[in-house]
């Protein structure tokens, strides 16, 4: 069964700073790997996701994640953070021959300081 | 023009009650999913349709019952609620093998 940690449950950060948002994952093959954001009181938006190929993928509002099997990580990163991007993010894992049964890291609450 | 819409959004109600909560997409996908978040933000799968066939179904109890009258809904009814049954409950779809997209959650609320 696949397990996902994301090991940070709360980070400050200023703003115009630089963001990385850890994630490992537990998954015997292939994972399709997901980092999703909830504003307060919002659903989850889509922030990338990583399926094949490049192992370097680009998301939405600047953000990357780069997927590295040999560690089991898909960390999120951005270069400079705006207020805005003060938020709950998730990572999730999902199996082809499950699809849609995620599982959700307990999430990693971002703070942005001015 | 939003393309997963639950309601309500805020649900408060009594222990013992039974209450319905709706969800639609527009997104034209083919499977739609029920999600609980508690307290704690853990969140966790609760059923899927695909075509309003019965999908996934994780370990709930029977007073939660699902139930998709088309593949662009996809409602949960739960009876006799319980003080444990308090998150917020998100609805989401997608078409096979692409990402979730979820709606803005109901959070209920049992006193």
């Known amino acids: 069964a696949q397990s996902v940690t994301q090991p940070d449950i709360h980070i400050t950060v200023s703003e115009g700073a630089s963001l990385e948002l850890r994630c490992n994952y537990s998954?015997?093959?292939?994972?399709?790997l997901f980092w999703y954001v909830q504003s307060p009181g919002q659903g989850l938006q889509l922030l990338l996701k990583y399926f094949s190929g490049d192992t370097l993928v680009q998301g939405i509002k600047g953000f990357e994640a780069e997927f590295k099997r040999s560690q089991s990580s898909f960390n999120l990163r951005k270069p400079s953070v705006h207020w805005s991007d003060a938020a709950e993010y998730f990572c999730a894992v999902g199996a082809a021959d499950s699809w849609g049964k995620f599982q959700f890291g307990a999430g990693t609450q971002v703070v942005v300081t001015p | 023009d939003t393309a997963v819409s639950q309601t309500p959004k805020y649900l408060v109600t009594q222990m013992g009650n039974d209450k319905s909560i709706k969800c639609e997409q527009n997104l034209g996908h083919d499977t739609m999913y029920w999600y609980k978040q508690d307290s704690k933000k853990f969140l966790k799968i609760m059923f899927s349709y695909n075509n309003k066939e019965l999908i996934i179904n994780e370990t709930v109890p029977n007073r939660f019952s699902p139930k998709s009258p088309d593949k662009a809904h996809l409602n949960l009814h739960i009876n006799s609620l319980e003080l444990g049954d308090s998150a917020v409950y998100f609805c989401a779809s997608s078409q096979s093998n692409s990402p979730l997209h979820f709606g803005n959650g109901t959070r209920l609320t049992v006193t």
């Open positions: 998954y015997g093959a292939t994972p399709y």
